[in-house]
C-alpha cells in the first residue's frame, strides 16, 4: 500500500516563503507520478503542480506559474513544492497525490493526509 506523508505546512507572511515535502512509502518511488493539490473551504480543489514519475516533465496552474516549483528526488523517495512570494489567496490544505504510471490524473489513486499552508495578508 503506498503511503503519502506531507510536512512543511505553517502559517507565513504575505511575500514569504514554504516548502513542502512528500515522502512517498510502499512502491518504487520512481514509477508514481506526483501532484500537489490544494483545497480550501467553499473552493474547487486545484492541482497547482505535477511531475512525472522520470521528473522531465513538469506543470504549474496559472495561479502559481512563476512562484512554485516542484521537484523530487527519487533516492529520497521525496517530492518537494517550493513556494516563494506567497499570497493569501494560497491559504489553504496542500494535499500530495500519486498515481502510477507516467502522469498525474484528476483522481488520484493515492493521497496523503494534507498540511494546512496559511498566508497572513
Known amino acids: 500500500q503506498v503511503q503519502l506523508v506531507e510536512s512543511g505546512g505553517g502559517l507565513v507572511q504575505a511575500g514569504g516563503s514554504l516548502r513542502l515535502s512528500c515522502t512517498a512509502s510502499?512502491?518504487?518511488?520512481?514509477?508514481?507520478?506526483v501532484g500537489w493539490f490544494r483545497q480550501d473551504p467553499g473552493k474547487e480543489r486545484e492541482l497547482v503542480a505535477r511531475?512525472?514519475?522520470?521528473?522531465?516533465?513538469?506543470g504549474y496552474a496559472d495561479s502559481v506559474k512563476g512562484r512554485f516549483t516542484i521537484s523530487r528526488d527519487n533516492a529520497k523517495n521525496t517530492v518537494y513544492l517550493q513556494m516563494n512570494s506567497l499570497k493569501h489567496e494560497d491559504t489553504a490544505v496542500y494535499y500530495c497525490?500519486?498515481?502510477?504510471?507516467?502522469?498525474?490524473?484528476?483522481?488520484?489513486?493515492?493521497w496523503g493526509q494534507g498540511t494546512q499552508v496559511t498566508v497572513s495578508s
Open positions: 497525490a500519486a498515481d502510477p504510471g507516467g502522469i498525474i490524473t484528476n483522481s488520484p489513486r493515492y
Open positions: 510502499g512502491t518504487t518511488f520512481s514509477s508514481i507520478a
Open positions: 511531475i512525472t514519475r522520470s521528473g522531465l516533465t513538469i
